[in-house]
């Protein structure tokens, strides 16, 4: 059993209850679930062109997009942090004291055969047991 577990959710992809559930059954009674979003910043160059309007909106349809993921779910905690999805859920977890990270993977292409890029990085990088969904 797990006390402290990051769910990492990408808001595109749908495997969000079934990775809630699986926190719920993996979770040591007095545990902690976070379903964490990494809101992924724009390159230098583009984000001179983008209105910080723009960003405000997107970031506030993320906020909403989480929100629905998670759904009333009272024993979840909700988190969106900014910067890259591979490096920055492993970075999370090693300062939250995460002792595990549930992931989702796509249906794997040429390039990365075997996990998506962000899932493998997580895989390689997290500082604790990570479990992949596909």
Do not use: N
Request: hydrophobic share 45%.
């Amino acid at each position: 059993m797990y006390k402290k577990i990051i769910v990492s959710l990408a808001l595109d992809q749908g495997f969000a209850p079934t990775a809630l559930e699986l926190a719920r059954k993996l979770k040591d009674d007095g545990g902690e679930i976070i379903a964490l979003h990494v809101f992924e910043q724009l390159h230098g160059s583009v984000r001179a062109y983008v209105p910080d309007e723009v960003v405000r909106q997107a970031l506030d349809k993320v906020r909403a997009g989480l929100a629905e993921r998670i759904g009333d779910a009272d024993d979840v905690r909700p988190v969106i942090i900014k910067g890259h999805s591979g490096r920055d859920v492993t970075d999370y977890a090693a300062k939250e004291g995460a002792d595990l990270i549930i992931v989702g993977s796509h249906k794997p292409g040429i390039g990365d055969y075997l996990l998506g890029s962000t899932s493998a990085r997580i895989v390689r990088h997290a500082p604790c047991a990570v479990h992949v969904l596909r």
